[in-house]
């Protein structure tokens, strides 16, 4: 290499400075997507890999929560290891949803108002008690698991390709709430207690998930999206075997109240605001910043 | 590994890249690296999975191949992320399964498909790497990183990592 020594010039170099965030930044740009190849998201695609993803991603933010809060260090990691597989499930669909419009997945995380927002009523709810976070995570998992299982065989193949690997990890999620509820309904009177009590309290959100409407219903056609209505026999087949194991009774009845929600078409509980704020207020302060 | 030798050399360099959790196991042993392919331009194409959605370790592997490939000689990289086929344990070489032992970690037992289903599961013995005892017990469903369980050994009293089957 020629020239002083302390002056490092890049041309004499055979393959330049490398930096990584410029080659990462480089690869993004070039706007590949979950399959490695250039994807973009139709208008009706990208609604419903908002929706898959706002789920995903406002239930990782609530598990989030729990570190350091967790009844035991071990529930610590657990949730936090479970709020990171959603966040990554999260990321991809937010991506594929971006395509359509332009945006990033960071834009769409960060810079998208309460009424932008399509998550559920059950993923905004808040944490309660350990039983009430529980009760949540089964009817969420249960949810999910049904949904990935069948959207894996859908016809639009990003989709498909984030269902078929997010299912194997809600699998897992499935299976720590299901353990959780067998602990707390089968323990003392009072985790008992509080098991029946938080899914008295989370049923009512349970209806909303397998509402259909216009946008499902057309992409359903297509074999894009799974109709929400028909995910529910397996849901409450599975929920039924573990209320039964653990000697518990699945709400009836009582919970056509809440059957309309609102969540997808951007109307939202009281809950939404502040989890967003706490979310959003690091890059709206910082536009840009990356750490 | 490719066939090619012009793209069986950059997988070699690609191959050297260790998991940053677990550096004892190369990508390839993981089955992360997917595929290495060189076009007519000579730039380098690489396809890596990612091990579980959120894996914090995959951006780090993902610089580790560029960097690794371009201190191999290669001026343009580019690592692409696959979903599908979405990845799985299966794909970790016998060799990788050994080695995950003899660092302590037990390996994940049977494959995928024999993964015991239904919504309420059999808790399966999972054999101690340190003594082989299958006295075992487990602490946490979710251990110290998604991928793993914490274990604890009944015989030889240790607690230890178990790598889960997905």
């Known amino acids: 290499m020629s020239g002083p020594d302390l002056e490092h010039d890049a041309s004499d170099d055979v393959h330049g400075d490398v930096s990584v965030d410029r080659l990462a930044l480089a690869e993004e740009l070039?706007?590949?997507?979950?399959?490695?190849?250039?994807?973009?998201?139709?208008?009706?695609?990208?609604?419903?890999?908002?929706?898959?993803?706002?789920?995903?991603?406002?239930?990782?933010?609530?598990?989030?929560?729990?570190?350091?809060?967790a009844p035991e260090l071990e529930e610590d990691v657990a949730l936090g290891n479970i709020a990171l597989d959603l966040v990554g499930h999260a990321r991809s669909l937010l991506h594929y949803?971006?395509?359509?419009?332009?945006?990033?997945?960071?834009?769409?995380?960060?810079?998208?108002?309460?009424?932008?927002?399509?998550?559920?009523?059950?993923?905004?709810?808040p944490n309660g008690d350990f039983a009430h976070t529980i009760a949540r995570q089964l009817a969420a998992s249960v949810y999910l698991f049904e949904l990935y299982s069948?959207?894996?065989?859908?016809?639009?193949?990003?989709?498909?390709?984030?269902?078929?690997?997010?299912?194997?990890?809600?699998?897992?999620?499935?299976?720590?709430?299901?353990?959780?509820?067998?602990r707390l309904a089968g323990g003392t009177e009072e985790s008992r207690r509080r098991m029946i009590t938080a899914i008295a309290d989370t049923w009512p959100y349970v209806d909303e998930l397998f509402a259909d409407d216009a946008l499902v219903e057309r992409l359903a056609e297509t074999g894009v999206a799974v109709l929400p209505s028909t995910l529910r026999p397996g849901f409450e087949e599975?929920?039924?075997?573990?209320?039964?194991?653990?000697?518990?009774?699945?709400?009836?009845?009582?919970?056509?109240?809440?059957?309309?929600?609102?969540?997808?078409?951007?109307?939202?509980?009281?809950?939404?605001?502040?989890?967003?704020?706490?979310?959003?207020?690091?890059?709206?302060?910082?536009?840009?910043a990356s750490w | 590994m490719?066939?090619?030798?012009?793209?069986?050399?950059?997988?070699?360099?690609?191959?050297?890249?260790?998991?940053?959790?677990?550096?004892?196991?190369t990508i390839e042993d993981l089955g992360v690296l997917r595929s290495v392919?060189?076009?007519?331009?000579?730039?380098?194409?690489?396809?890596?999975t990612p091990?579980?959605?959120?894996?914090?370790?995959?951006?780090?592997?993902?610089?580790?191949?560029?960097?690794a490939l371009t201190h191999a000689g290669y001026d343009e990289v580019q690592v692409d992320l696959v979903l599908a086929p979405a990845w799985t344990t299966d794909w970790m070489s016998?060799?990788?399964?050994?080695?995950?032992?003899?660092?302590?970690?037990?390996?994940?037992?049977?494959?995928?498909?024999?993964r015991p289903s239904g919504p309420v599961r059999v808790a399966l013995a999972v054999k101690c790497p340190r003594c082989d005892s299958l006295n075992t017990r487990e602490l946490a469903r979710f251990g110290s990183t998604s991928c793993k369980a914490l274990y604890e050994c009944r015989d030889c009293l240790e607690p230890f990592d178990y790598f889960k089957v997905l």
């Open chain 1, 30 to 69: 070039s706007g590949t997507s979950a399959d490695g190849s250039i994807a973009v998201a139709s208008a009706d695609a990208a609604e419903y890999a908002l929706r898959l993803g706002d789920d995903a991603l406002v239930l990782a933010q609530q598990l989030g929560m729990w570190i350091a809060r």
């Open chain 1, 97 to 125: 949803a971006g395509t359509a419009s332009g945006r990033s997945e960071d834009d769409l995380a960060y810079f998208r108002d309460e009424p932008e927002w399509r998550c559920a009523w059950l993923f905004e709810q």
């Open chain 1, 150 to 182: 069948r959207l894996m065989h859908g016809t639009d193949e990003v989709i498909a390709a984030i269902a078929a690997k997010s299912v194997k990890e809600v699998d897992y999620h499935r299976d720590h709430a299901t353990q959780w509820v067998l």
């Open chain 1, 238 to 288: 599975v929920i039924d075997e573990v209320f039964a194991e653990a000697g518990l009774e699945r709400p009836t009845g009582r919970t056509a109240f809440i059957a309309s929600g609102g969540g997808r078409e951007g109307r939202h509980t009281e809950h939404l605001g502040p989890l967003l704020a706490e979310m959003q207020v690091l890059a709206r302060a910082h536009p840009g």
């Open chain 2, 2 to 25: 490719p066939t090619d030798p012009a793209a069986r050399r950059a997988w070699q360099a690609a191959a050297t890249v260790t998991d940053p959790e677990i550096p004892v196991l």
């Open chain 2, 37 to 48: 392919e060189i076009d007519d331009d000579g730039r380098v194409r690489v396809q890596l």
């Open chain 2, 51 to 67: 091990t579980y959605s959120g894996c914090p370790a995959l951006d780090a592997m993902r610089d580790d191949v560029l960097l």
């Open chain 2, 94 to 114: 016998e060799a990788g399964k050994e080695k995950l032992r003899r660092y302590g970690i037990q390996a994940p037992s049977g494959n995928a498909a024999a």
